[in-house]
Every structure is written in structure tokens, then in C-alpha cells.
């Protein structure tokens, strides 16, 4: 029999609070997090608006040692997993230090530095580089620095994966455990590539928005008036655990993970296949994973990116996998307030499904005025519904065809 999963630990950093209550009291009121870029000059790039964090203070998660030597992506994912950990009460120790793992992704890793070393560079030869520029660079070291600041000996890895590297992380890390190779992990993901360089590659792929003189409507995913996604930043990070690992331990349990799918489009670097086959097909095998049919989900928070490509591929996609149910299922999408958060959107996703089952309220698509006719689903236009959510799904498609889709469901005992 296949080992139960349930999620302990929650914690989030985001265009919308500096922890989770205050990222869910935004999403409850439709609220964005969009605004004007404030940690560059935005003179050089078309788009001038994104999700930053806003009055996050790294101090109260690390010393000035540590803030000056680490990469933003490294310490958004420290400041959610020490709020996981403390949400979920888990205690690493001798005894159980080689049962508990990490699995953090990241799409792009320390894209900052990697831009402020080239500048320091290029301001001439004697200018020293930091020794800590290649360990603040690596994507993994988000998932590194993790392991060491609560001892966790077992299983590590760091799926990049581009949009998709948080669902993917917590999705491989749940079945270390189902396979027995772990009983606990920290998993989810983490970025932090407001950058001139990722604002100008994305502006020249014509990937997102433009929209500067209304940051806070830019994000309209199924929108006939939208214009591509808003980068945004942040972390997201669960504590997994086997069911009687936690029982044993008497943690509260905020839901379980009971389906995972994993699948590639195998067809373009950033456009999706005809067809909608391989959302879809990711779909079908997350519902399978799940042992559920389509008619058990309650609530989808869809990939929505905002841009053409996606809201309707991805419609089409739930209509081939849900049938007639599909008009039925409350669909939205959080990047319409938090924006995109790449590597860390899959996980702080699959937080706000939970989030979604246990507080019975389904969140909002802000910015939906005028509804593209391709987009017909319910996409739960501008405010919260409640309604009762016992299963959701979360949807996240990355470039390079990288499809991860999670189903959590409501925690029965």
C-alpha cells in the first residue's frame, strides 16, 4: 500500500505579505502585489512593473554576515522554511536527522549575482570578486542552505525545472517518502529574479506585461485585454511527512498530497503542443496518482499566466480532462495578485489550494473585466467565494514542456 503524505509545516514569502497569513488575507480581499520596480533602474527595459517583496527584512532570518554573502532566492527559501518548520513543530535530532529531507527548486537560481559580479567586473581588473559568488549562484543552494541550518541529513535535490520547479519539488519529495527514503521533508520553491537581465529577456521574448501606468491590473489572466504575466518573487515551502510519522508526534495536519503528475510536452521550448495533449495528459496522470476521477475536484488553481498562449490552452486543456464537469469546477488563478513567481509559483500555489480547502474559500481572478470567449470555464471573477473544498488540483506548465500537477485533499483522518 502506498504510504499516506500530509502536509504539517506551511510558510510563504510573496508579492502579497511576508508570511503566509498576510499573503491569505490578500488573496481573501482580491488584493495585488503588482507595482512599479523599485530595486533597479528601470530606464533600460520596456517593463517597469513586477512583484517584489515589499518592507521583507532578511534579519529577522539571518545575520548581516549572511545577507551580504547569499543570493535573494536563498533567503526568501530560509525565510519560508523556518516558518514551515515552525508551523509544522518538527524537531530535527539525531535520531531522526537521516529520515528527513529537502527538495527546494528554483528555476533560475541567482540570477542577481551572477549580474552584479559581471558588473563589478567590468569596472576594471583589480576589482576583487567575492569568493561567495559562485555558492550564492547555484540553484541548489537554496536546498543546501536548508539542510544545514536545520540539520536534515536524508534525501536532497533541487529540480529546475523552470515554472513548474516548485510543484515538482514537493511532488518528488512526497514520493521519497512514499517510496520509504525519507519519513519528513521540506520541500517547495524559491526566486528572486526581479533583474534588469530577466525583465529584458523576457521583454524581448514579448512574454510579459507592459502595462506600466496600471501596475496593479497588469496580471489578467483570461483577460481579452491581457498583455503577458508580471515577474514576481517569493518562496513557498511545506513540511511533508508520512501519516504515523505524524500522528506519532501528534502534529497538526493542514491536508494530504494524494496525487502528483509529471509529464513532458516533448515539442518546443515555450510554446504548448497542439491539442492541449500534455496539460491534459499531466492532468490525467495526477488524477491517477490520486486514484480520483475528475468529478472529485472541488477547485482548480490553474497555471494562468496571463498570456494568450496559456489561458486558453489551459481551458481547453481542463474542458478535454473534466468533461461536461468543467464549467462546474471553480477555476482561478492567484497570479492575477501575486503575479509570477517562476520557480516558486508551483509551490506557493499548492499552499494557497490548502489554504483554499481548509478556510472553504476559493480565491479570486482579479483584473478578469472582459472575459476572452476562448476562456469560458468559471474562473471565480474578482471576489472570494466560499464553498465547501474537500480535493483541489494545482496546474503549473513550464518552458521546455515541463508539465507538474499536485491534488491535495482535505485531511479525514
Not at 503524505?5 to 488573496?27: K, R, S, Y
Not at 540553484?139 to 534525501?155: D, E, M, Q, T, Y
Not at 471576489?383 to 508539465?403: D, Q
Request: hydrophobic residues 40%; negative net charge; proline residues 4%.
Amino acid at each position: 500500500m502506498k504510504r499516506r503524505i500530509v502536509i504539517t509545516g506551511m510558510g510563504a514569502v510573496t508579492p502579497l505579505g511576508n508570511n503566509l497569513a498576510e499573503t491569505w488575507q490578500g488573496i481573501c480581499q482580491g488584493k495585488s502585489g503588482i507595482d512599479r520596480i523599485t530595486s533597479f533602474d528601470v530606464k533600460h527595459v520596456e517593463t517597469k512593473i513586477a512583484g517584489e517583496l515589499k518592507g521583507f527584512d532578511p534579519l529577522e532570518y539571518l545575520n548581516r554576515k549572511e545577507v551580504r554573502r547569499l543570493d535573494g532566492f536563498i533567503i526568501y527559501a530560509l525565510a519560508a522554511a523556518t516558518m514551515a518548520m515552525a508551523d509544522s513543530g518538527l524537531i530535527i535530532q539525531e535520531d531522526n536527522a537521516e529520515r528527513t529531507g529537502v527538495v527546494i527548486g528554483s528555476a533560475i537560481g541567482g540570477l542577481a549575482t551572477i549580474e552584479k559580479a559581471k558588473e563589478g567586473m567590468l569596472l576594471g581588473p583589480l576589482r576583487r570578486l567575492s569568493p561567495f559568488t559562485i555558492p550564492a549562484v547555484l540553484s541548489n543552494l537554496a536546498a543546501g542552505h536548508v539542510s544545514i541550518r536545520f540539520g536534515a541529513k536524508g534525501p536532497i535535490n533541487c529540480p529546475v525545472a523552470a515554472c513548474s520547479s516548485g510543484a515538482c519539488a514537493i511532488g518528488d519529495a512526497a514520493r521519497l517518502i512514499a517510496d520509504g527514503y525519507a519519513d519528513a521533508m521540506i520541500a517547495g520553491g524559491a526566486e528572486a529574479a526581479v533583474t534588469e537581465l530577466c525583465i529584458a529577456g523576457f521583454n524581448a521574448m514579448q512574454a510579459i506585461s507592459t502595462r506600466n501606468e496600471e501596475p496593479q491590473k497588469a496580471s489578467r489572466p483570461f483577460d481579452v485585454d491581457r498583455d503577458g504575466f508580471v515577474v514576481s518573487e517569493g518562496s513557498g515551502v511545506v513540511v511533508l511527512e508520512e501519516l504515523s510519522h505524524a500522528r506519532k508526534r501528534g502534529a497538526r495536519i493542514h491536508g494530504e498530497l494524494v496525487g502528483y503528475g509529471l509529464t513532458s510536452d516533448a515539442y518546443h521550448m515555450a510554446a504548448p503542443p497542439p491539442g492541449h495533449e500534455g496539460a491534459a495528459r499531466c492532468m490525467r496522470a495526477a488524477l491517477a496518482d490520486a486514484q480520483s476521477d475528475g468529478a472529485k475536484i472541488d477547485y482548480i488553481n490553474a497555471h494562468g499566466t496571463s498570456t494568450n498562449l496559456n489561458d486558453s490552452y489551459e481551458t481547453e486543456a481542463i474542458k478535454t480532462v473534466f468533461g461536461e464537469h468543467a464549467k462546474e469546477i471553480p477555476v482561478s488563478s492567484t497570479k492575477s495578485m501575486t503575479g509570477h513567481m517562476l520557480g516558486a509559483t508551483g509551490a506557493v500555489e499548492a499552499i494557497l489550494c490548502l489554504k483554499a480547502i481548509n478556510e472553504g474559500l476559493v480565491p479570486p481572478t482579479i483584473n478578469l473585466d472582459n472575459p476572452d470567449p476562448l476562456c469560458d470555464l468559471d474562473y471565480v471573477p474578482g471576489v472570494a467565494r466560499k464553498i465547501n473544498i474537500k480535493t483541489a488540483m494545482s496546474n503549473t506548465f513550464g518552458f521546455g514542456g515541463v508539465n507538474a500537477v499536485l491534488v491535495l485533499r482535505k485531511f479525514e483522518g
